[in-house]
């Protein structure tokens, strides 16, 4: 009985260990892919912002870029901190390394860009990218997130990245 019992959860953990590997929504992800994706996708904008600093001319889009590394970095400190006080390690997962995959091709296209068609496809980008993360963070993220601190740092975050939205489209509105 005992053996059967042992077979049977193991045979349970296979299972779910390959059911949470192979998540096909954003709302199927666990906590800690969650919390992999919402730091690759910090990662990737503070990236966009560095090459906005290297390349644009454009005082606006530089104080802009100046904000989204400050910021972007300060929640990944925090996520962090709070990773290391749960005692866990976020998760990679088809959505970071979708994100990953397309920020390497938006970052070779814009690196090759120049003055105001640069500005232009920054802004614009930069928009999309926050709506796109407000919309999953609010919609599929905070709603499934089971652990308080997390969510609660999720709940933090949101309120910064609709804040970023808003910036984004005036730059955007302004650049046009």
């Known amino acids: 009985m005992l053996r059967r019992t042992t077979l049977l959860a193991l045979g349970f953990a296979v299972i779910w260990g390959q059911g949470a590997a ?8 666990n906590d800690l892919e969650i919390a992999h994706v919402a730091y690759t996708a910090d990662s990737i904008d503070i990236r ?13 889009v530089q104080e802009f870029a100046s904000t989204m590394i400050r910021d972007h970095t300060a929640v990944n400190e925090q996520a962090l901190a709070l990773l290391k006080k749960l005692g866990v390690q976020p998760q990679d997962n088809f959505l970071s390394q979708s994100l990953q995959k397309d920020a390497e091709k938006l970052v070779d296209e814009m690196s090759r860009l120049k ?7 920054y802004a614009e980008n930069d928009l999309a990218y926050h709506t796109a993360v407000v919309e999953l963070v609010e919609l599929s993220f ?14 933090g975050g949101l309120v910064i990245f609709k804040a970023h939205e808003d910036h984004a489209r005036k730059m955007v509105k302004a650049i046009h």
């Open 22 to 29: 192979i998540a096909k929504t954003p709302a199927e992800l």
């Open 142 to 155: 905070i709603p499934n997130i089971e652990n308080a601190e997390v969510k609660a740092l999720f709940e």
């Open 48 to 60: 966009y912002a560095h090459l906005a600093l290297a390349i644009s001319q454009n005082k606006a």
């Open 115 to 121: 003055g105001a068609a640069f500005d232009k496809r």
